[in-house]
T-cell receptor
Framework: GAGVSQTPSNKVTEKGKYVELRCDPISGHTALYWYRQSLGQGPEFLIYFQGTGAADDSGLPNDRFFAVRPEGSVSTLKIQRTERGDSAVYLC????????????FGSGTRLTVV | QKEVEQNSGPLSVPEGAIASLNCTYSDRVSQSFFWYRQYSGKSPELIMSIYSNGDKEDGRFTAQLNKASQYVSLLIRDSQPSDSATYLCAVENYGGSQGNLIFGKGTKLSVKP
């Protein structure tokens, strides 16, 4: 596609529920990143995919968070047993090959856990 | 813990003035540096990248890098009200997988007409 597409744009869920956030990167971009951004903070790194594999998942805060990219294109971020502290904007970004030249962000998914 | 530090602001400048935004980083081996602009409620947008010491100009924007001082800056000349946004400094994480950028908290810029 022309840009990075994220769905849904907004998600409200109850504490303890499971959520999935989807990211469709720019066509041909092999590198895909998930970040989350809380109010007044910069984006915080979660996980980086190069192709189908997670090259670096060191930013995932705990084992409730998991992400996949089975065919090297679309990625899904999965959060189990959501907590109110998970509320944030979840940003996806992609780049042709790594961060060297920066990357393009999608419009984000605003997750609210009530 | 690798860090990127920015003054959170707000930085207020009059229309037509030069806005100067500053950033320091902790990882001495970092090689790639970026400035992103983020309008309220929107996602970050890449506006400048710099890799070598010195200045890099693009229109009204100039990025400056001093690796010895671990310092990056962004100058916006002839500031316009449409430049009002939060400016995020980002530095390539040169350790581990070398696969991500570390962001500062951002500096909020307000350009007054």
């Amino acid at each position: 596609g022309a840009g990075v597409s994220q769905t849904p744009s907004n998600k409200v869920t109850e504490k303890g529920k499971y959520v999935e956030l989807r990211c469709d990167p720019i066509s041909g971009h092999t590198a895909l990143y998930w970040y989350r951004q809380s109010l007044g903070q910069g984006p915080e790194f979660l996980i980086y995919f190069q192709g189908t594999g997670a090259a670096d998942d060191s930013g995932l805060p705990n084992d409730r968070f998991f992400a996949v990219r089975p065919e090297g294109s679309v990625s899904t971020l999965k959060i189990q047993r959501t907590e109110r502290g998970d509320s944030a904007v979840y940003l996806c970004a992609s780049s042709p090959n790594g961060p060297r030249y920066g990357y393009t962000f999608g419009s984000g998914t605003r997750l609210t856990v009530v | 813990q690798k860090e990127v530090e920015q003054n959170s602001g707000p930085l207020s400048v009059p229309e037509g003035a030069i806005a100067s935004l500053n950033c320091t980083y902790s990882d001495r081996v970092s090689q790639s540096f970026f400035w992103y602009r983020q309008y309220s409620g929107k996602s970050p947008e890449l506006i400048m990248s710099i890799y070598s010491n010195g200045d890099k100009e693009d229109g009204r924007f100039t990025a400056q890098l001093n690796k010895a001082s671990q310092y990056v800056s962004l100058l916006i000349r002839d500031s316009q009200p449409s430049d009002s946004a939060t400016y995020l400094c980002a530095v390539e994480n040169y350790g581990g997988s070398q696969g991500n950028l570390i962001f500062g908290k951002g500096t909020k810029l307000s350009v007054k007409p």
